[in-house]
């Protein structure tokens, strides 16, 4: 079974920088990720995806401010974030398809909010 746990979310002043992180467990094989962020009455965007061969594509929105990468042997996945804006609040989520299926898994989130 798939499992993907998030952690680097907290609280930032408008400006500032934080770095997410996804360990990514149940699989071994080079997947497509994702990260997406919902915010309080919003729908599920998607940020930032990097596919199996390591092609990149953002949100306009987070371009040239978010960085998605991966550590393949560490099944880890991660986003930087820099210049935070207040706008940028929200939970995000990891996701991974599962290759060679197209299965989705998603972690369970983690809170990152952005102070003006």
């Known amino acids: 079974q798939v499992q993907l746990v998030e952690s680097g979310g907290g609280l930032v002043q408008a400006g500032g920088s934080l770095r997410l992180s996804c360990a990514a467990s149940?699989?071994?094989?080079?997947?497509?990720m994702g990260w997406y962020r919902q915010a309080p009455g919003k729908q599920r965007e998607l940020v930032a995806a990097?596919?199996?061969?390591?092609?990149?594509n953002y949100a306009d929105s987070v371009k040239g401010r978010f960085t998605i990468s991966r550590d393949n042997a560490r099944n880890t996945l991660f986003l930087q974030m820099n210049s935070l804006k207040p706008e940028d609040t929200a939970v995000y989520y990891c996701?991974?398809?599962?290759?060679?299926?197209?299965?989705?898994?998603w972690g369970q989130g983690t809170q990152v909010t952005v102070s003006s």
């Open positions: 996701q991974l398809r599962r290759w060679p299926t197209t299965e989705n898994y």
């Open positions: 149940g699989t071994t094989s080079i997947n497509a």
């Open positions: 990097i596919s199996r061969g390591g092609s990149t």
